[in-house]
């Protein structure tokens, strides 16, 4: 069974950091392409980061929305089964609810609440 259990958010002031964590469990993680999306009321999720396997073609090569590009950093224990994402200089159009998400499976998980506000 997929699950992905995101944790780590919470609330912080402008220029603030926070690291969000996601496990994952009942897929080859080290295999998968994974990513993080945003969702914030009355909107769709949209993309945040991502980060592709280990592998020697690929080699956890990693992208970023223009909005975080330089603030935040995406990363991935294979060990683990477990993504990262780094915050750092958080500004309050990050605040919402951060979901994980392989790109071979149609899972998600519950998400973990980030809210940036003095």
């Known amino acids: 069974q997929v699950q992905l259990v995101e944790s780590g958010g919470g609330t912080v002031q402008p220029g603030g950091s926070l690291k969000l964590s996601c496990a994952v469990s009942g897929m080859p993680f080290s295999f998968e392409h994974m990513s993080w999306y945003l969702q914030t009321p009355g909107e769709q999720r949209k993309w945040v980061a991502s980060?592709?396997?280990?592998?020697?073609?690929?080699?956890?090569?990693?992208s970023y929305a223009n909005s975080v590009k330089g603030r935040f950093t995406i990363s991935r224990n294979d060990v683990r089964g477990i993504l990262f994402l780094q915050m750092d200089n958080l500004k309050p159009e990050d605040s919402g609810v951060y979901y994980c998400?392989?790109?071979?499976?149609?899972?998600w998980g519950q998400g973990t609440q980030v809210t940036v506000a003095a």
């Open positions: 998400k392989a790109r071979n499976y149609d899972h």
């Open positions: 980060i592709d396997t280990t592998g020697i073609r690929s080699a956890g090569a990693t």
